[in-house]
């Protein structure tokens, strides 16, 4: 059983940044890949961005590409969200994520989850 707890979300003037921390009690972390999920009010729960692993493979939502990165760190059994150039459609709950494979590719299924941290940004 994996407990995944957040951090780091907070309120930003568009076109800001934030780092989201996911800290991660698993048994073995770098056998398991792990994502970044948003939900939006009224909207479903939607893939942000996951990695492998091993760290090696990254995927990212369309939306997202070039402002978003995802890493992590196995010695700290930690995995990052940076969020540069961050605008209002950001806005959302970010939850993180891991599954019981090092395959960080689709399908987005993942078993454990996060409570989640809020991400509020203005125009």
């Known amino acids: 059983q994996a407990q995944l707890v957040e951090s780091g979300g907070g309120s930003v003037q568009a076109g800001g940044s934030l780092k989201l921390t996911c800290a991660a009690s698993v048994p073995t972390f770098s056998t398991y890949a792990m994502g970044w999920f948003r939900q939006a009010p009224g909207k479903a729960r939607e893939f942000v961005a996951t990695i492998s692993g091993g760290g090696s493979e990254t995927y990212y939502e369309d939306a997202v590409k070039g402002r978003f990165t995802i890493s992590r760190d196995s010695a700290k059994n930690t995995v990052y969200l940076q969020m540069n150039s961050l605008k209002p459609e950001d806005t959302a709950v970010y939850y993180c994520?891991?599954?019981?494979?090092?395959?960080?590719?689709?399908?987005?299924?993942?078993?454990?989850w996060g409570q989640g941290t809020q991400v509020t940004v203005s125009s």
């Open positions: 994520a891991s599954r019981r494979t090092s395959f960080a590719g689709p399908p987005y299924s993942y078993d454990y």
